[in-house]
């Protein structure tokens, strides 16, 4: 841009050169007019007056030249001053209107997050505000050997068909862009054809001059902003400046908004290994809860004295959950039925501090004050420092257990009292046999009898271990229960007979078909009608049969000494015989005959009759045809 300071001092100093010969040119005319007046006057003159008055003509006439031509020159002065400041005038309103552009370009880069949208906004206001033929903005790839355009305007579709073909020009290669990113230098091309470094792109034929200034952030080069234009001598070192402005603007707003996408990517990112992780440790949670809920054991995580998980075998086990144990004080003292619970507790801590392990059997009370016995076992959980956080305490019913090894020690006690009598019998029979061979059909007669029952108990151990491994089987076919009925009374006709008791059969109308085992079923019912003939010792049996909507109920009835209530549990048990009862027999019976009815899908029960006696019931799924299925 021209300084137009120079052309108004010119025209200052030739006004006053024009004012001085205009002041000499009047003086000189009224002096002549005076020697006119004064000549007219006298009529007659000297020669020197006449010089005088020549020379002054002379002077006039010169002076009047001269001020004519230097009038001429002051004008000519004044018009180039007009016109210079008519120019610097245009010049500052395109100054203005750059500076109005990259005022525009500054609040889009505080408003538009996109980078392209950003960056594309700010060509197309430099081609509309400043009627460019091509504006550019060039980003260095990663590796930074190269320049791509990223956006592109102007007023040919050149421009936009340059970014779709991914264009690109090589950092410190030839053109204007290689060695702007280059050097980090502007490059200013008012003459673009007879430029050396200019590089003529096909696209875009009409260039004459061109621009190009570096985008750089601390010093380092991201890209170049390129304008073409179709003028020569288009660019100025003032629109270097400003376009260097701009320039550095956007190299700004591009390392934001980079670093913003950055960030969210990272974010992005983070949410997403979040989510993964929180996804893994929720599978992780389920898996560790599923396995936790899938152990029999009941357990219980106990944290700052308050319970953060329980399994669900403990709420099964106890009736308690995660509410009802806030502190191991409270679980205790609702749990253990013990007067030493103190003592238990000061065991607990000082083991759980010391060892960090604590494990006991004790008895236990659930939630609805059901007793039962347990295994506890109490691990202190540490943290990195060894200092205990937390126990994990376990519950493990053992009353099966207890109960089992009671019934295995009983077990052993009952077959071996059961078994030494025989055994003593044999052993009598034979020392007597050896000493009086005269009575030998006698002791082997009792020897039969002796092994006979040896051999009952034998059979019957037999048939209920085969029953709990799951070894036998049933030959089952659709079976009329009045037949089996029948027969067994017939049976058992001479025994009662015999003890003076009236046995009796009670039959319905219409036959009741069951799926069954004959064999099977004969033994059940046999067992229940010679116990109930063998446990009466005066009055009635009655075997009777009836429908009960989809079963049929068998009951054998006596008038007996029933049976115990507190033997309900244990009638069923193997050599299990009620108080009451002393008549012979080893008490494997009732437990063959409930896994028997068992194993067909039935069950077997009892209840005392009135006013006394037992009443036996076997109660099996009915079939409404005998048909074969």
Partial sequence: MTDAAPYAAQAIHHKRIVATLGYGVIALFLLSVAISVFYLLEHSSPPLVFAIYGLCVSLYIVLTIVFVRETRKQMSLWQQSIDENERLLEESRAHNDQIYVAAEIARDISALNDLDELLQRSVQLIVERFGFYH?????????????????????????????????????????????????????????AHNDPTHHANPSLPETQAEMAVPLTIRGRVIGALDVQSQRLGQFS???????????????????????????????????????????????????????????????????????????????????????????????????????????????????YHHEGFWSRELRLRRKTGEEFDAEVTIVAVRDEKGQPVGAL???????????????????????????????????????????????????????????ARMQRIVDDLLTISRFQRGLITLDTVPIALQDVLEEVVNLAAHDAEQKGLRLSLELPAEPLIVTADRDRMIQVVTNLVGNAIKYT?????????????????????????????????????????????????????????????????????????????????????????????
Avoid at 247 to 270: K, P
Avoid at 311 to 324: I, S
Avoid at 580 to 609: C, D, Q, T, W, Y
């Fill in 393 to 451: 305490t376990t519950f493990r019913d053992i009353s099966q257990q207890k109960a089992l090894e009671e019934h295995k020690s009983r077990f052993v006690d009952y077959a071996s009292h059961e078994l030494r009598t025989p055994i003593a019998n044999l052993k009598t029979r034979l020392f007597l046999l050896d000493r009086q061979p005269h009575k030998f059909r006698e002791h082997i007669q009792v020897i039969h009898s002796v092994t």
């Fill in 537 to 629: 010792k005066e009055g009635h049996v009655i075997v009777r049969l009836v429908r009960q909507d989809d079963q049929a109920l068998i009951e054998v009835e006596d008038s007996g000494v029933g049976i115990p209530a507190d033997a309900a549990d244990s009638i069923f048990q193997p050599f299990y015989r009620a108080d009451n009862v002393a008549e012979p027999g080893h008490g494997l019976g009732l437990n063959v005959s409930k896994h028997i009815v068992e194993l067909h899908g039935g069950r077997i029960s009892f209840r005392n009759a009135q006013p006394q006696g037992t009443i036996f019931s076997v109660a099996l799924p009915h079939r409404e045809s005998a048909a074969t299925s």
């Fill in 135 to 191: 504006a550019a903005i060039f980003l260095l790839d990663e590796g930074g050997d190269y320049a791509t355009l990223r956006v592109a305007a102007g007023t040919t579709p050149s421009s936009a068909a340059l970014v779709a073909q991914g264009h690109r020009m090589q950092v410190g290669g030839v053109g204007i862009i290689g060695y702007v990113t280059a050097t980090a230098r502007y490059y200013l091309a008012n003459d």
């Fill in 237 to 351: 070192t003032t629109d270097v400046r400003l376009f260097q402005s701009l320039a550095d603007l956007l190299a700004i707003a591009i390392e934001n908004t980079r670093l913003s996408q950055a960030v969210r990517q990272q974010n992005v990112d983070l949410e997403e290994q979040v989510a993964a992780r929180t996804s893994e440790l929720a599978k992780a949670n389920r898996e560790l809860n599923t396995i936790l809920d899938a152990i029999h054991e009941g357990l219980i995580y106990i944290e700052e004295g308050r319970g953060r998980y329980v399994n669900a075998a403990f709420t099964a086990l106890t009736g308690y959950d995660l509410n009802d144990v806030d502190v191991p004080d409270k679980l205790l003292a609702h749990a253990i039925d013990l007067e030493e619970n103190h003592a238990v507790l000061a065991d607990v801590s000082r083991s």
